[in-house]
């Protein structure tokens, strides 16, 4: 069975006031079945997790670096993260991917690193428009994965998060069929890459426009085990109906 998973990814937003996001939504969600991660940018990340301390609520980063130390100016490695208070880190989003040219081989040695801190790496994959206009999208999402994914990777250390590029902060959300098609591949590919207990063990998230709205029929899914949420993920009172939708996806 795959635990539930609602991962907020707050990307370059939120100052201290928001921090009481984070203990409303903590009160409204005291033992949910689902998991539940708030992303914060890294300089709240401590403010965060003392916050979260004693209730359910996880944290993440939203990026990190593939060495553990040294001479990266601005970086931030796996292992700070941790001690910081994250479980999770974001890796290979689009918009990183987007705007520091990063590639799918370092999104592999990032979530190694991410592995051997202890962390759950997120690894976002996903087709541009022009890609799924070209009918490019299962392709693309097959060697995003072939290529971010450690060989190592385990249930425990990964969970896989679809987020189509046209899908994110455009208020258009992909339909249930177009999703559903991209996960049971995901499903099909990680099974074949790494057998049946990884392959099933792995949670599939689904990301881009996903709101209170929306939730309930992107739950249900098929393959889909929970979702990577952007703006709705800012205040409780928006991620709140997420997650509720979740919880009850779960029962
Ligand atoms: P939105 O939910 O704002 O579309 O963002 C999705 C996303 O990029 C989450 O990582």
Redesign the pocket.
Known sequence: MRRRLA???W?MNGSRAALAEIAALAEAFPAPASEIVLCPPATLLAPAAARAEGTALRLGGQDCHAEPRGAHTGDIAAPMLAEAGAAYV?LG???RRADHGETSAQVRAKAAAAQAAGLTAIV?VGESLAERDAGETLSIVGAQMAESIPEDATAEALVL?Y?PVW?????RTASSAQIAEVHDFMRAELTRRFGAGTGDGVRLLY?????GANAAEIFATSNVDGA??????LTAADFGPIVAALEAAEA
Not at 167 to 171: E, L, N, S, V, W
Not at 207 to 211: A, C, D, E, H
Not at 228 to 233: E, I, Q, Y
């Open positions: 991962a907020g990814n990307k974001i989003h689009s918009e976002c998060a987020e899908a994110i902060g455009t208020g990301g881009g426009s996903v709101k990577l949420v952007g703006g709705a993920s």
